[in-house]
C-alpha cells in the first residue's frame, strides 16, 4: 500500500514539475516585456489591479508598450480600455489571457534578454541538483567527464523527464553528442501554422536543458558550451564542447 501510495506521489511531482516548465518561456517572455517598459505608468497605474480569467496577464505592459502619448495614472476604465485596443493591431501580446497561447507570437520569444533568461534558469538549477542526485544514488562513480555525461544521461534526465536519453556519442577530444528522440518538454507543442511554426517556437525551450546540462558540468568543475537543435521533431540533439 505505502509503495503504491509512493509511486502516486512520485508521478504528482513529475507532473507539476513538467507544468511548471512548460510556463518558462510565457512567463519569461512576460518579464522581458515589463522590464523593456520603463513608464511612470507602470509603477502607479495597474500595478494593484488583480489577476482574472478575463484579465490580460501582461495588461501593464501591453496598453503601455505601443502606444504614443501620456497615459495619466487617473485615467477611467474607459480610456485604459481604448489604449489597449488601439495597441491590438501592433502588439501581439494583447491578447495574453490566461489559458490562451497568444503569448508566443510576441517578438520577444527569442530576444537575448528572453533566451538568457531561461538558460539561466536551467544552469542554477543544474549546478544545485547534481549533489542531489548523486546523495540520492550513491553507488554512481564519478571519474571523468565522460561519466558526467552518462550521469546526465541517465540519472538527470531521469529526474526532470522520466526517461533517458536515447544516444551519447562522443570523439574522445572534448566534444559530446546527446540525443533525445522525443523530447518530452517539447512535444505537446503543436502550432495551428504548421510544423515550421511549431519548431521555431519550440527553439526557446531548448534554452532550458542547454542551461541544465552546463549547470551540471560546472558544478563538477568543467566549462563547457552546450548546444541543441531540434532535428525532426521532437527529437533534439544536444552539443557540448569543452
Same mark, same amino acid.
Given at each position: 500500500?505505502?509503495?503504491?501510495?509512493?509511486?502516486?506521489?512520485?508521478?504528482?511531482?513529475?507532473?507539476?514539475?513538467?507544468?511548471?516548465?512548460?510556463?518558462?518561456?510565457?512567463?519569461?517572455?512576460?518579464?522581458?516585456?515589463?522590464?523593456?517598459?520603463?513608464?511612470?505608468?507602470?509603477?502607479?497605474?495597474?500595478?494593484?489591479?488583480?489577476? @482574472? %480569467? $478575463? =484579465?490580460?496577464?501582461?495588461?501593464?505592459? +501591453?496598453?503601455?508598450?505601443?502606444?504614443?502619448?501620456?497615459? &495619466? /495614472?487617473?485615467?477611467?476604465?474607459?480610456?485604459?480600455?481604448?489604449?489597449?485596443?488601439?495597441?491590438?493591431?501592433?502588439?501581439?501580446?494583447?491578447?495574453?489571457?490566461?489559458?490562451?497561447?497568444?503569448?508566443?507570437?510576441?517578438?520577444?520569444?527569442?530576444?537575448?534578454?528572453?533566451?538568457? @533568461? %531561461? $538558460? =539561466?534558469?536551467?544552469?542554477?538549477?543544474? +549546478?544545485?541538483?547534481?549533489?542531489?542526485?548523486?546523495?540520492? &544514488? /550513491?553507488?554512481?562513480?564519478?571519474?571523468?567527464?565522460?561519466?558526467?555525461?552518462?550521469?546526465?544521461?541517465?540519472?538527470?534526465?531521469?529526474?526532470?523527464?522520466?526517461?533517458?536519453?536515447?544516444?551519447?556519442?562522443?570523439?574522445?577530444?572534448?566534444?559530446?553528442?546527446?540525443?533525445?528522440?522525443?523530447?518530452?518538454?517539447?512535444?505537446?507543442?503543436?502550432?495551428?501554422?504548421?510544423?515550421?511554426?511549431?519548431?521555431?517556437?519550440?527553439?526557446?525551450?531548448?534554452?532550458?536543458?542547454?542551461?541544465?546540462?552546463?549547470?551540471?558540468?560546472?558544478?563538477?568543475?568543467?566549462?563547457?558550451?552546450?548546444?541543441?537543435?531540434?532535428?525532426?521533431?521532437?527529437?533534439?540533439?544536444?552539443?557540448?564542447?569543452?
Amino acid at each position: 500500500m505505502s509503495d503504491d501510495l509512493l509511486d502516486t506521489q512520485s508521478q504528482i511531482n513529475y507532473k507539476s514539475l513538467q507544468y511548471l516548465l512548460q510556463e518558462l518561456v510565457p512567463t519569461s517572455i512576460r518579464v522581458s516585456a515589463q522590464l523593456q517598459n520603463t513608464s511612470d505608468t507602470l509603477k502607479s497605474a495597474d500595478c494593484d489591479i488583480q489577476t @482574472r %480569467i $478575463d =484579465t490580460q496577464l501582461s495588461t501593464q505592459v +501591453l496598453t503601455n508598450t505601443k502606444t504614443t502619448g501620456n497615459i &495619466n /495614472s487617473n485615467d477611467n476604465t474607459n480610456s485604459n480600455a481604448d489604449i489597449a485596443t488601439s495597441s491590438t493591431v501592433n502588439n501581439p501580446n494583447t491578447a495574453d489571457l490566461p489559458g490562451t497561447i497568444h503569448i508566443f507570437d510576441s517578438y520577444l520569444i527569442h530576444s537575448d534578454e528572453t533566451t538568457i @533568461r %531561461i $538558460d =539561466t534558469y536551467g544552469y542554477n538549477l543544474g +549546478l544545485k541538483i547534481a549533489e542531489i542526485l548523486l546523495y540520492k &544514488n /550513491s553507488k554512481t562513480k564519478i571519474l571523468d567527464t565522460l561519466d558526467i555525461m552518462k550521469f546526465i544521461c541517465r540519472d538527470v534526465w531521469k529526474c526532470f523527464f522520466d526517461k533517458q536519453m536515447d544516444n551519447l556519442r562522443t570523439n574522445h577530444r572534448g566534444t559530446y553528442v546527446l540525443v533525445d528522440n522525443n523530447f518530452k518538454l517539447i512535444t505537446t507543442l503543436n502550432s495551428a501554422k504548421g510544423l515550421q511554426d511549431t519548431v521555431t517556437k519550440a527553439k526557446a525551450y531548448l534554452w532550458f536543458p542547454c542551461g541544465v546540462i552546463r549547470g551540471i558540468l560546472m558544478s563538477f568543475g568543467v566549462e563547457a558550451n552546450v548546444s541543441a537543435e531540434i532535428t525532426q521533431f521532437p527529437a533534439v540533439i544536444f552539443n557540448v564542447r569543452q
